[in-house]
């Protein structure tokens, strides 16, 4: 009974995977979903999916694996974070799920702040509130729909959520609670005062356990559904960056976690957490029992790329296709025909406001510099190097924390790109790897399993047993010269720009009050 089972409750679709005990991958699964968007910057999307595509993708790896459900020992979950779940007194869903990435909740942001203070909240919680967190989209909730937050008993995040169909009980654990503004960080547990503060039911929020701690076992429904074994331990997982973090080794000092995925991640392991006067970076809870980490985050990075080919690369679709091979690829090889600096087009990719360094929900996305010699294969490089500019970004802050930055290790479908590996190791002035696994947050969360199961005593021995380098690219140093004069662009065009990106949140308020019609 070595083998695990690691799901990810992502925010394009379901990842479940099976490993044994040394960490090999023997079945996966995956089933895919999208989000709505019913308003300008709003996200939803109906927890439902998340658990029918689990179920799905869970039963396809344990398909794939070829095993019975009663040699899997334990399952670990991780998913989204901050993206919010209403339950009622009979754990009915109240309203879908508003998303991580949803920007509406400016206005309550800005009462948190208000009624528990500014400082006194960056004390508390080691964050300051943003738009992505869980605590604004639940005073959102009370204010523009009280009927639905009069039934709200229970907040769930996704995975948990996930958890609790398929077990009956509710839990979360400190990485994933961490992200709500309403965890004592330092302290790794709720934050009764800021709970209180605002007004809020401290019942409605679970027990928080360290990741690997076992929180709950498949209920005989949840086996029905999964093709689990009744009874399977099931521990307490993590958000989906400390998942991943794990899941490529990022659980000591000087090993830093870049995600490119829907999102952009800069993640690095901390021994104990630090003041941040300025609160730009995340710190929340490692995955690691009794560690922490701090956390820059770009909202559009594999996002950005994401709509680059879905907006302007039909044509490229059409050729991928008739040639066999992934449009991503041949989008890549086009940007690499580009020189380094796309010839002055810079991208700023904020297309969904940002977090890091600016916590801004109007900033916007922008293509600065287009003249006739710009083709495609500049604006697609221009996109790749945007988001990595945005990532240094994060980096620099991390930076001067002063914590040790001696390797990277790349994560997410951006991990795929050896332009974008390159790109960042250029970027970042440190070497860049890749790691036997590629599946990040279900690999970590498999992995959280086996130390649960008790097959290795902790995380961190866990994952120098299992987790291996397998390739590396150094920061080629003819290029710094280049990527300094691109930052300096780069950083100063957001600075530029901040007034008229409000200009223009303005305007599309007035434009949604008008309706939208008229001459």
């Known amino acids: 009974m070595g ?92 309203r879908p799920a508003i998303l991580w990435c949803d920007q509406r909740t400016g206005q309550e942001c800005d009462e948190i702040t208000s009624v528990i203070g500014a400082e006194r909240l960056l004390d508390m919680t080691c964050n300051q509130a943003i738009t992505g967190f869980t605590a604004p989209k639940i005073l959102w ?48 547990r709720w934050a009764s005062e800021a709970i209180e503060g605002l007004g809020l039911d401290s019942d409605w929020f679970p027990a928080a356990y360290e990741s690997p701690e076992i929180a709950a076992r498949v209920s005989a429904v949840g086996a029905k559904a999964t093709g689990l074994a009744e009874g399977t331990p099931i521990v307490a997982g993590a958000g989906d960056q400390a998942a991943t973090a794990i899941g490529v080794g990022a659980v000591e000092p000087g090993i830093l976690l870049c995600t490119i995925g829907t999102s952009g991640v800069i993640f690095a392991h901390m021994g104990s957490p630090v003041s941040q006067p300025d609160g730009r970076l995340h710190m929340f809870c490692h995955g690691v029992p009794g560690k922490w980490h701090v956390m820059g985050v770009t909202l559009a990075a594999g996002g950005a790329f994401r709509w680059y080919r879905n907006t302007f690369c039909a044509e490229e679709e059409r050729q991928a296709r008739e040639m066999g091979i992934d449009i991503y690829d041949l989008i890549v090889e086009g940007a690499r025909s580009a020189p380094a600096g796309a010839e002055g087009l810079v991208f700023l990719p904020y297309l969904a406001g940002e977090r890091t360094p600016y916590p801004d929900p109007n900033a916007s996305g922008v293509f600065f510099g287009i003249s006739f010699r710009h083709s495609k294969e500049h604006f697609a490089r221009a996109v790749m190097e945007g988001v990595t500019m945005s990532l240094l970004d994060c980096l620099d802050i991390v930076r001067s924390l002063g914590v040790p930055v001696s390797q990277v290790r790349a994560s997410g479908g951006g991990a795929r790109s050896l332009l974008w590996r390159q790109m960042q190791s250029n970027a970042f002035g440190v070497p860049v790897s890749t790691v036997n696994s590629t599946d990040g947050a279900a690999f970590g969360a498999a992995i959280l399993a086996l130390v649960g199961a008790g ?65």
């Open 455 to 519: 097959v290795y005593d902790n995380v961190e021995s866990a994952c120098r047993e299992i987790i291996k380098v397998t390739e590396t690219v150094q920061p080629d140093t003819e290029s710094q010269g280049i990527w300094d004069g691109l930052h300096s662009l780069y950083s100063g065009l957001y600075l530029s720009l901040r007034d008229s990106f409000d200009r223009r949140a303005s305007l599309l308020k007035a434009c949604a009050h008008d309706g939208g019609g008229g001459n």
């Open 3 to 94: 083998h695990t089972v690691g799901v990810d409750v992502g925010t394009s679709g379901t990842r479940a995977l099976v490993i044994d005990e040394y960490g090999v991958i023997v079945g996966t699964g995956t089933a895919a979903y999208s989000s709505q968007i019913p308003k300008p910057n709003w996200v939803e999307q109906d927890p439902e999916v998340w658990w029918t595509s689990t179920c799905d993708a869970i039963r396809q790896a344990l398909l794939d694996a070829g095993i019975a459900a009663a040699d899997i020992a334990a399952v670990g979950i991780a998913g989204q974070m901050h993206s919010s779940v209403f339950l009622d007194a009979a754990g009915e869903v109240v």
């Open 141 to 188: 909730l009370r204010k523009h729909e009280p009927e639905q937050f009069d039934r709200v008993r229970k907040v769930l995040l996704p995975k948990d959520y996930v958890r609790f169909r398929m077990s009956g009980e509710y839990a979360t654990d400190m990485s994933d609670a961490s992200g709500t503004l309403l965890f004592d960080v330092r302290n790794r």
